[in-house]
């Protein structure tokens, strides 16, 4: 099946810069990479996502990339600020709906 | 629009009792699934429903896990009995003829 890696597991940032969370996933049919953005207690939230098609996605300050020959893609967030400390999820499925999601990024915004 | 709804949101029991999650999902989505999310991971999935069919319960341990998704809206997920390793929050999500999913607050489950 499907396995996602997810680097760094934690990561600091100071408010106003970028903050940059990597995902590689092994299955080369997987299509479809979501990310999801879960605050403490509360529910898993999908912030962006992007199919195989598109090599880049960009909502406001937050960005994903797609790399398909090296089966890896990323979050960007520019310009943090407090309210986007949380733990990030990313995820891949290949069009059986079956996500399989990573360990998850820690994001603590200092202010 | 509502979003997926889940209840109880927080289930305390002692081990070898039985539990239940509920979970209505968001309106005319088809597909609902039910994931386990332990501390520090990502969720998991356990199941997954097209309107009334379970169409992959590969991963649902099926010795003591049950669910079902009546008239095809409503879910309901079943433990009996419960075990320590069970503890753990119980996610549902729906999601409409995409693969996009929606997520509920989850029920955070203790077995002691």
């Known amino acids: 099946g499907e396995n996602v890696e997810q680097h760094p597991s934690t990561l600091s940032v100071q408010e106003g810069d970028s903050a940059v969370i990597k995902c590689t996933y092994s299955d080369s049919a997987s299509n479809y990479f979501p990310w999801y953005k879960q605050e403490l207690g509360k529910r898993p939230q999908l912030i962006i996502d992007?199919?195989?098609?598109?090599g880049e996605k960009k909502d406001q300050r937050i960005a994903v990339t797609l790399n398909k020959t090296a089966k890896h893609f990323s979050l960007h967030i520019t310009e943090t600020q407090p309210e986007d400390s949380a733990v990030y999820f990313c995820a891949a499925s290949r069009n059986d709906y079956k996500l399989s999601f990573g360990a998850g990024t820690t994001v603590t915004v200092r202010a | 629009e509502a979003g997926v709804v889940q209840s109880p949101r927080y289930k305390i029991i002692e081990k070898k009792q039985p539990v239940a999650f509920w979970c209505n999902p968001i309106s005319g989505h088809n597909t609902l699934y039910w994931y386990r999310q332990n501390l520090g991971q990502g969720p998991e999935l356990l199941i997954r429903?097209?309107?009334?069919?379970?169409?992959?319960d590969s991963q649902l341990p099926k010795d003591r896990f049950s669910a079902e998704r009546l008239k095809g809206v409503d879910s309901t997920l079943k433990i009996q009995p419960a075990e320590l390793g069970d503890s753990a929050v119980y996610l549902c999500?729906?999601?409409?003829?995409?693969?996009?999913?929606?997520f509920g607050p989850g029920t955070r489950l203790t077995v002691l």
């Open positions: 999500a729906s999601s409409p003829e995409t693969d996009t999913q929606y």
């Open positions: 992007i199919r195989s098609n598109v």
């Open positions: 429903y097209e309107n009334e069919e379970a169409v992959d």
